[in-house]
């Protein structure tokens, strides 16, 4: 099965979606969006376990800025309800989900692997919400999921700094579980010794 944005691979009954655009980033725009929840609404049905990838250089760079720019007040509150749509379908997936990270992990981009319920980053894999730097902050769960993780103080700094943080040192701050060359392996081989995982509805998000 593969789409524009998209490919999906099985590997013994593992699923392998590797996020994909023409331009190498996978950026997260609102086809993109609808059609990763699409697919992921149908892989639940499997319950089999998911890792989510995306390329060497670009795990994703969030969403497109373009399309942010043009969104009036109205539009806006539906293309933050969209992307929390994908997030909570991601988070709510009935198997173990895993981000296996390379390259950079921006924006939306980076809700998407806090949605996931862990992250395996590459050396190379830079993450951050760089949104405060365009004067804006995004509405696809962030706020609430990187907090969790990470503490409010260390998570506000992040929000309001702009900052990009290396796999090192989001290791040292839990964000990501492990830090390996081959993350999508890595993340193959542990989805491989796990059972399904029950779904458990989250709190709704702000």
Known sequence: MSGSFFQLANQQGRCILRLQSTDGTNRLTRECVLALTSAIDSLAKESNPLVI??????????????????????????????????MQAVERFPA???????????????????????RIASPHAVFGHRGAALGLITGWGGTQRLPRLIGRARALEMFVAAEKISARQALALGLVDAVVEDPVGKALRQAMTAGTRPCVPSPPLP
């Not at 760079?61 to 749509?85: C, D, K, N, R, V």
């Not at 895993?98 to 862990?118: E, P």
């Open 53 to 86: 990838a995306g390329n060497d250089r670009f795990f994703s760079a969030g969403a497109e800025l373009e399309e942010i720019a043009a969104l009036s007040a109205p539009s806006a509150y539906e293309f933050s309800t969209m992307g929390q749509a994908l």
């Open 96 to 118: 173990p989900v895993y981000a296996a990270v390379s390259g950079y992990c921006m924006g939306g981009g980076l809700d998407l692997a806090l949605a996931c319920h862990r």
